[in-house]
């Protein structure tokens, strides 16, 4: 089985220090804590980055320090969001893809999102793709529900994305797909066989889903922007936490962790 690829999800945009005191808002918090993260085992941290106030920003000059502060840092593989929050406008998601970073996320559809919707047309969809595909930057192609599967490889078959595909299964939003593991079995079947995967539960979902993953071969996503606590009750002091729970749970089973130049080369990541 190939080394696992843990993906550090620092921020997110939903999740406030009123929340989860120890969350991370400026750059260069962020950046120490990507910094940490990757010491401990993580390849890939994915990054939301916050205004000067903490709420939510898909600014360009932001992102831009977040990866300046992390590249200072260390060489793991920087991963901006262009989902943002949900009600960020098509342009402003598409911000950070002016970085050409390596790797971006894409997400492959609209669905019930809580008490909202997130929303991305297949215009919007087509457009991230081509954008993506011009820059050389490898998609993670986020999937909330089964019909964003089909979504991206129509985008494959058409020329957008290239093979293979790496998905990213985020499961347990309310209003999307359930984080039950048939759930995820039945998602991982639905995908090309060449393609690579990781899984990304929300709140509770988090912990089983990673190591259904692990075992299955599959990647595994941990992090504040999905999950606040440690275990029942008790809030992670830190992502790092979380980071080393996965690490030691791998190792325990013969699974060895992945640097970020091997996660490179599993995900066909250009210049790798």
Known sequence: ??????????????????????????????????????????????????????????????????????????????????GGAVWHSFE????????????????????????????????????????????????EIEVFERGMIQNAINLNKNGLIESPMHFDFVMGVPGAIPGNIDDLVYMVNKIPEDATWTVAGIGRFELSLAVHAILMGGHVRVGFEDNIYYKKGEKALSNVQLVERIVRISKEIGREIATPDEARKILNIKGS
């Open 92 to 139: 402003e998601r598409m911000q950070p893809l002016k970085l050409n970073p390596e790797m971006a996320t894409l997400s492959a559809g609209t669905c019930n999102f809580g008490d909202d919707i997130f929303v991305n047309s297949k215009e919007y969809i087509e457009k991230f793709a081509l954008e993506m595909k011009n820059r050389g930057i490898k998609p």
């Open 1 to 82: 089985m190939e080394k696992l690829i843990i993906t550090a999800a620092l921020t997110g945009a939903e999740v406030t220090r009123e929340q989860q005191p120890n969350l991370s808002l400026t750059p260069q918090e962020i950046a120490d804590e990507a910094y940490e993260c990757y010491k401990a085992g993580v390849s890939i941290v994915h990054v939301h980055a916050r205004d000067k106030n903490g709420n939510p920003s898909q600014d360009f000059e932001i992102y831009k320090e977040i990866s300046k502060k992390i590249k200072e840092k260390c060489d793991v593989i920087f991963q901006p969001s262009t």
